[in-house]
């Protein structure tokens, strides 16, 4: 009657699930004392300490995984395996809950700077962060609907935050109208393939799929897109400039991270365990997908005079790079995925935390030209930010580097285990692309280093909490440029963990995902 | 004192210790700053020290290098990235050691030219000047093709900041035009270096970055690598294109030489004197290093087009450093033209050919870059460089004006001088098989006398026009000490080359050798050096 459960399984989402029961009373209780430890209890520190307790219960998260790296793969229900807690999962999560942890971080002082400081902020984060470690452990199609939009719907309310703010409504509205327009797109394509193959589970799905046949490959095609929204790959990428704009800039960050990071878990184990007997179809429809994201991301990041919506068209660009380490796929592509999405979260929050540092007064000054001299106003900042931007671009000795070593190193390892010379073609294209994204990356150090500063910018120094964000990125950054191979066992340990790797099903076939 | 760290810094750790010594000095002096603000002349005296210290222990090395040995010496290993085959692994032979000592030679020369000459942001100035020095001198010890390609990028980020923060009215143009078409070349490259590195392990079984093979372990360099057949981008066209391309860009060949004048131009004069002195002889280092010994066939396959591409630099940029009314473009261009030189004698294929190249490169270094820093020493002075602006310079600055004509003379190839002795040898390698280029590369020589000596008369010479010179102090005591500096080596390679061709000849053959056991298809279209044509002591020493 009652099935067999394993609650361990689940036990890295419990304590953020703990937070999102608790931090509103905790909230609340704030809000009705006057003071706590003999201090009044302003906004801001009602904040700080409600921002403490989200990094408690983050932080506990974060133990929780980490420990359960050197156990065996859990999952919830053998019976019927929705939630699958293997090493890929594990990572994502982790990775995720350090994304949060610097988001956190990052927005209280930004917070009180656009006037928008209320508690409501860090429940939201929290049940994000649940929805998208449920989507990176997903292994059935039904736990990946209900875990992408537990992960979306607090972020649509997170975007539209700032709510005196125009363009913070109106990313809201158009990421909420685009992102359920999407997910019901994925949730059509999943009854697609239920009905074509009578299983939501995606292993079972992939013994029963049949690549002949249109309804597999209908439903196939819309999971796909459902998800291409999700990591904003070209065409699906429009919403992306204006919502990334719109939302308060540590949301931003976040978005661009953590929500990326989960989705394209989701997406990697969709590809090599659901469609793998697709490949053929799915392997060409990948690398498109991933040239013309690259491309596009560039191209349009180049005319750009807005920060945040530069380094928008730069993740995007940035979905393209990974997209090369999914079409990839076994052990070498999803090693380089991992890294790369580890890597990636460390250089955008960085990015988006020194813009955010630049808010005062209730706004923003997150255009370029804002940058403008900040080697001399405010060093720290400029040095950080030069880092985050060498590392965007691929500079060695920075984890942006490493990450793209990687991926090319497994396309290029593939190209010649396999012959196929298009893996080789869309290094080439990555390549030229990585040399076109040095115009507007370049740009920022240039502004912030050869110009003088703007009279009419002054920037407030960054709180406690931003340095700590600021300096942890640009040293995981340089660290991980430097001696990646303390990451790089971890990753291998993470593919080969004991029990069946569901990604082995996917090294033995990776050969035939190439177009 | 025999303290146990010390010998192992000076020896089986001195490769690494003459690199990163640079690097810790600054990162040191940073971290004191963080604490307590140290005054400038701090970081001026402790940064010129530090690079003495860091020519002294070239010296060393020098000293314990062993010209009969044949191939590396000194060499450091330590796993780094071992699930790829990355190791940091540095060595040294004799081009790499003339390299070397060219840049630890020219880091204090330029440091104490510059000693005035920067004002604001010294500190900064410093920590890239020195990180600089690093790039440069891990990317000549570098032996393992991913470590050399961290350095060789990681370089650009110190130009990029020396240029765009102390260079001059249209800096930031100029220096992100550096770095975009540098990096360009670049990436590539990195390409290519992926693809050697996952062949080897297709064809050896172990992923592996590193270029030589040492005992049981086998290297890049032991590759067969196809020139038809298989896929185009595991043929030799594709990979030698890719690795040539970088170089190219960097030495700086025609036609991709455009970023060259304006970086030069718009530098600081040490950015200049650096950038010209050593960062392009990296370009010409990678040929020699990796594309010719790698890729033979290539090589010699496109060695018709390079050369002409050579050939091209060589008129062209006399040519047009002809019709300059700036001195310091003037000399740019005669980089160009120089560098090309160096490129039609490594394209020679012969031992006069290659080690006349190398030489050359040290001896454009030094001329090119006593150039930059003399020309540097009159803008302090006047703020123009307009040939115009100037004339008659001898009378108020006799000294300056000898030690202008000495460099001259050293960068045209004035018999006694440095730069002769190159020539010659490259000459000596290109005549024998490529009879009509070098005909006009010696053209390329009569150019360069004509517009170095058409300059030095205008500015020097004839009667002193313009007021304001007159009143121009001489040289003081520091600018002097940069300037003898800068001439003994003029001097000593002029007269007694083989002090420096000594470590080469080992290099120079082992290089030839290696091209034609790897090609033995093609190995009888390289032109070995036959007994007239070798290079050794005897051949020089009637100069």
Not at chain 1, 202 to 217: G, Q, V, Y
Not at chain 2, 344 to 349: D, N, Q, T
Not at chain 2, 516 to 542: F, N, Y
Request: proline share 5%.
């Amino acid at each position: 009657m009652i099935p067999t459960v394993d609650p361990w399984a689940v036990a890295p989402m419990m304590p953020v699930g703990l937070g999102v029961l608790l931090l509103p009373l905790f909230d609340v209780f704030l809000v009705r004392r006057g003071s706590l430890l003999g201090q009044p209890l302003t906004a801001a520190r009602r904040s700080t300490y409600l921002a403490a307790a989200s990094l408690l219960f983050l932080g506990a998260s974060l133990l929780v995984t980490l420990n359960a790296f050197s156990q065996p793969i859990r999952v919830f229900n053998p019976e019927n395996p929705m939630v699958r807690m293997d090493g890929v999962a594990l990572f994502l999560c982790a990775t995720v809950l350090i994304g949060a942890l610097l988001t956190v971080l990052a927005s209280s002082k930004y917070l009180e700077h656009v006037q928008s400081n209320w508690g409501e902020f860090y429940t939201l984060v929290l049940s994000s962060v649940i929805g998208m470690m449920f989507l990176a452990a997903a292994s059935d199609l039904l736990m990946l609907f209900l875990a992408l939009e537990l992960m979306s719907i607090p972020v649509y309310a997170l975007a539209g935050f700032h709510r005196a703010s125009l363009r913070s409504n109106e990313s809201a509205v158009k990421y909420f109208l685009i992102g359920s327009f999407a997910s019901g797109l994925l949730l059509y394509g999943s009854a697609l393939l239920y009905g074509a193959t009578g299983s939501l589970v995606l292993s079972e799905i992939a013994t029963s799929f049949d690549p002949e046949n249109a309804l597999d490959l209908c439903g196939a095609g819309l999971v796909l897109v459902g998800l291409a929204f999700k990591i904003s790959s070209v065409p699906f990428h429009q919403w992306a400039p204006d919502v990334y704009e719109g939302a308060p800039t540590p949301v931003s960050g976040f978005m661009a991270t953590t929500v990326k990071v989960a989705a394209f878990g989701v997406l990697v184990r969709v590809v090599a365990v659901a469609l793998q007997p697709a490949s053929d179809a799915v392997g060409p429809a990948l690398w498109m997908l991933a040239v013309l994201t690259m491309t596009v991301g560039n191209v349009m990041a180049l005319i750009q005079r807005n920060t945040k919506r530069m380094l928008a068209y730069s993740s995007i660009a940035h979905a393209g790079y990974v997209l090369i380490g999914v079409l990839v796929g076994g052990e070498a592509g999803t090693r380089a995925v991992l890294f790369y999405l580890l890597s990636y979260t460390f250089m955008t929050i960085g990015a988006f935390t020194v813009v955010a540092v630049l808010a005062r007064d209730g706004r923003e000054y997150d255009a370029i030209d804002d940058l403008s001299g900040l080697a001399q106003t405010r060093p720290f900042l400029a040095i950080v930010m030069s880092v985050c931007m060498f590392s965007l671009l691929g500079m060695p000795a920075t984890a942006g580097f490493v990450g793209k070593f990687l991926l090319f190193s497994a396309a290029v390892q593939e190209g010649l285990a396999t012959g196929n010379s298009a893996l080789v073609w869309l290094v080439v294209i990555a390549v030229l692309n990585s040399a076109l994204s040095l115009a507007y990356y370049l740009r920022i150090p240039a502004l912030m280093f050869f110009y003088p500063p703007r009279e009419d910018v002054q920037s407030s120094a960054p709180g406690s909490f931003e340095r700590i964000v600021l300096f942890a990125c640009a040293a995981a950054i340089l660290l991980l440029g430097l001696m990646p191979q303390d990451a790089l066992p971890l990753l291998v340990s993470v593919l080969h963990m004991p029990d069946v790797n569901v990604l082995q099903l996917a090294s033995d076939a990776a050969a035939s995902l190439a177009p | 004192m025999g303290a146990p760290w010390l010998d192992s810094l000076l020896g089986e750790h001195l490769l690494t210790a003459i690199t990163f010594l640079p690097l810790a000095t600054v990162l040191a002096l940073a971290l004191v700053e963080g604490i307590v603000r140290l005054p400038e002349p701090v970081w001026k005296w402790t940064s010129l020290a530090s690079s003495l210290v860091g020519l002294a222990l070239t010296g060393i090395l020098w000293q314990r290098f062993d010209p009969a040995v044949s191939g590396l010496q000194m060499v450091e290993h330590v796993e780094w990235i071992p699930d790829y085959g990355i190791h940091y692994t540095m060595g040294v032979d004799g081009i790499a050691l003339l390299l070397v000592a060219l840049t630890s030679f020219l880091l204090p020369v330029v440091l104490l030219a510059s000693w005035n000459d920067i004002a604001k942001r010294v500190r900064s100035y410093l920590f890239l000047m020195m990180s600089l020095q690093t790039g440069m001198l891990g990317a000549f010890f570098a032996l393992d093709l991913f470590l050399f390609y961290v350095f060789w990028e990681t370089m650009l980020i110190p130009m990029y900041f020396i240029i765009g923060i102390w260079g001059g009215p249209r800096r930031i143009y100029a220096t992100l035009k550096f770095f975009i078409y540098t990096m360009v070349g670049s990436l590539l490259m990195l390409v290519g270096i992926v693809v050697l590195a996952w062949l080897h392990q297709q064809q050896f079984g172990s992923l592996t970055f590193e270029y030589y093979g040492s005992g049981p372990a086998t290297g890049i360099l032991d590759l067969a690598i196809p020139t038809e057949g298989g896929a185009w981008w595991q043929r030799q066209g594709f990979l030698f294109g890719v690795f040539a391309l970088a170089f190219a860009i960097k030495v700086p060949m025609f036609p991709f030489h455009t970023w060259l004048p304006d970086a030069h131009v718009e530098a600081p004069t040490p950015g200049s004197a650096v950038l010209a002195g050593v960062l392009l002889k990296l370009g010409t280092f990678g040929f020699v290093r990796y594309a010719l010994p790698l890729f033979p066939q290539a090589a010699l396959e496109y060695a018709p087009w390079i050369v002409g591409l050579a050939l091209v630099g060589i008129v062209y940029g006399a040519l047009v450093a002809m019709v300059q009314s700036d001195v310091k473009k003037l000399v740019a261009y005669s980089s160009v033209s120089h560098m090309g030189f160096i490129v039609l004698g490594l394209f020679a294929l012969n031992a006069p050919g290659i080690s006349g190249a190398v030489l050359q490169m040290v001896n454009h270094g030094v001329s090119t870059g006593a150039l930059f820093i003399l020309v540097g020493m009159i803008y302090e002075r006047r703020h123009v460089r307009e040939i115009d602006a100037f004339g008659g310079l001898a009378r108020a600055m006799p000294v300056y004006a000898a030690f202008f004509l000495i460099a001259t003379m050293s960068s045209i190839g004035l018999p006694g001088l440095n730069g002769f002795v190159g020539e010659f040898l490259i000459l000596l390698g290109a005549f024998q098989h490529l009879r009509w280029p070098a005909v006009v590369a010696a053209s390329g020589v009569i150019l360069s006398a004509v517009y170095m000596l058409w300059a030095v008369r205008r500015v020097f010479f004839g009667p002193l026009v313009h007021e304001a010179n007159r009143a121009l102090r001489d040289l003081s005591a520091r600018e002097k000490l940069v300037a003898v500096a800068l001439v003994v080596p003029m001097i000593w390679i002029g007269v007694h080359p083989s002090t420096f061709t000594n470590p080469l000849d080992r290099a120079v053959t082992e290089l030839i050798e290696t091209m034609s056991r790897r090609a033995p298809d093609v190995a009888q279209s390289i032109p070995t050096g036959t007994d007239e044509g070798r290079t050794g002591p005897d051949s020089e020493s009637h100069e």
